[in-house]
């Protein structure tokens, strides 16, 4: 151990090798439930240091943890067992110009989501990525996790976005797959298959990512909503009659509303109502000559007249439409810093959203009487982050964690739904899918791992726990 | 085998088992190039048959090769060897009533997707794959070549358009994996791996597929183009300014339209002016208040005054529209009509296409002086297919077949394009992966196939040659 500690030291430089006792800032995740400590961790600068590494590691049979922006919720992006390396892919953060009348762009995999989208300002392009951890998020970790967001519905996960990959095999080998378009079918897809691997088959390092047209346009509106049986009504109309416009369909509740409101002052509510749940409409066009407000507009009169809407703000300036999302996008900052929480990630087919909500709250409030529910997420891809804080004035769920889990993924399970919509498995999950799972597709899951990572090197006991 | 041949021939019934002298429809491929005596041919019912058809066929080591609508191009659906069994899907060919709210739909793998085109008029929901074999086309013959067609630049390939998959492996096991969410991260995206798969991993027996809002307006043009940079430039307009309405870019040559002309008689050119290459520009949307006839009527003013369009037609009807379309489509018929052919499957990023055009005109010249070229396709992705007829009064192009393959391949491959965009590797393009297929890549697939189907029984020598 000390040989091979010594032997990445040499190998990566003061910069490049941190040694236990200063790995604080890699070694927890964002929610510091999971992290135990690692031997060291690489913070590589290039494919060739990433190589090096894991043929240094492979040989002493040492685990090797690959993390991007460590805002993971799933455990995946740190150490289960203490003395693995993390492979921190920080400081791999080049991005190229990007290539206008193709609208691709090569990127390094350190490359923070937050930093693509400014260097793309003005260019007349985007990457159609959102997500609340943004600022932090790094394109590998997107990768390796198949991040979703709420523009997802539009435009498609990370699967949809990559065109070509650069991956580091378990034993140091480089698949070199930057290639820069769509329709590739010289064989299996194996940039869709690195996508949502979770770091378990090889380490991304650089990416070719498809762009979008920058839209000409936006119309965002926040709308409070009757209740869960009208967003579903207001989505089906949103989706007849807005068309190849609409952008997202981000829904909060209440209850999550108050714990933003109390635990992050400087948010403004600007509805008068107070309804169970409020939704953030937007759309948005390449053309200036869409009527994006009067095609909107008539979706919210109907709303009105349908008593589906109580209340609604249009966004008038671009500080407002980021206030209006800042409502939505703390959510999961506003409920951390009330406590302990339980997060569940789930998905159903979007009509099912009002039967799984009633259900899932039912069953919930079996479990521990006066818990707090506080589902908000996706409204265009059924994608529910249903998460739970202890009843008032309690501090923990008194070991009742799996029976919450497994209950409510079960539900989406039955549904045609998922326990894991975006977040992925992790190491926290794996006994979720052990349960979950159809065995056949676990057993899948475990020829696939053994077929790229013989010797289980890779995050192991991420995914899919051997 | 006659054993073997006697248990299926019991086991799925007179109609059920095809023996070898009444096996000529589905022996040969759509070109009549490839396909070996078969033992017999399975035509299954249900995955139970097909269950049990693999337990026997594997238990006697005989290969099995998926079958659909037989319009492959690769020969992945016919035999390589004689005497394996070829399963035919097309009795299983159930389509459900859609699911509305949520936009999915469930079919069995033999539904032809004009069938489901067909089953879902009226319902305000679509299917957005549309290609030139649509009429025989299967999904499940879609599903395991990832097929891409005309409208992929704006609706995705198929690896985007399924959601959840019911597939049976070599050893008989049924994975259920019919899910109808977009976002389930529970693990490895294996529905996106059997997406051009080529039936070398599993046999797709149903499948749920994600629909979308049907059109309430098309605006469907077409226009003589100067020349191929006048087509990239056109595209890059369109790109820009077409938004996201833009459905298809479908490009065709002069040298394309003449075979076509001469061959299918009741084709009809509408318009006066020849040019070198034409372009079908086709915009729709899901909202009657888009102005897309003034949006792409600026565009084509703008191409007409920079002397990039010459001539240009509106469909003033659907009947007008499919006649349009069918100059693009005929295109493969057209040209297998004049004969002998190589077909090359190319992609580049879309702002190569000039470039990729000049040099392997010059390439294909070098080789053999007078070839007729004949390019035509999907301008909005980059996937030319860029097929040869041999120069006049020749017949055959006197064995330099490989040499047109791999120099085109190269070329496509340099590039940062693939060698098989659409059509895949299958059996006739095994060769050509070899030389232009990275080594770590093709070594990453045999790993791959060897996990899931330890004894190479299905589809052996498909996709990747043993």
Redesign the interface.
Known sequence: MKELSKKLSTLLGPKGWVSPENCLPWQRDWLDQNGEVPLGVARITSTDEATEVLRLCCAEKVAIVPQGGNTGLVGAGVLGKPNGVIISLSRMNVISSP??????ITVEAGVILESLHQSLKGT?LMFPMHLGSEGSAQIGGLIA??A?GSH??RY??M??LVL?LEVV?ADG??????????????????R??F???EGTLGIVTRA?LKLS?E??QHFTALLAVSDASGL?KLA?RL???????LTAMEFFSNVGLDIALTNIPELVFPLQSRTAFYLIVEAS???T???LD??LAEVIDWGMSEGIIIDSALAMSSTQRAAFWRLREEQPEGQRQLGVQLKHDI??????LVDFLNRANDECNKILKGVRINPFG?LG???VHYNLSPPIGQLDFFGLDSEFAIKLGRLATIM??????????GRTKTFL?DI???P???N??M??K???DDSNQLNPDV??SS
């Open positions: 290539d206008y009348s193709g609208g691709t007349g996790t198949n979703g997802a519905f498609g996960m699967q949809d070509g095999l080998t480089v698949w070199n797959g930057m290639r820069s378009v769509q329709k590739d079918n010289a064989g299996y897809q194996l869709k298959l996508c949502g691997s070719i047209p839209p000409k579903v089906a989706r007849a009659e807005g068309g190849e416009f066009s390449g053309s000559k869409v009527p009067v095609i998905s159903v087919p979007p009509e099912q996706h891809d059924g994608n045609g739904g998922s326990f894991a919509a975006e977040h992925g498995i899918a979950l799972r159809d056949v597709e676990r899948m899951m020829r696939i053994k077929s790229l995914l899919v």
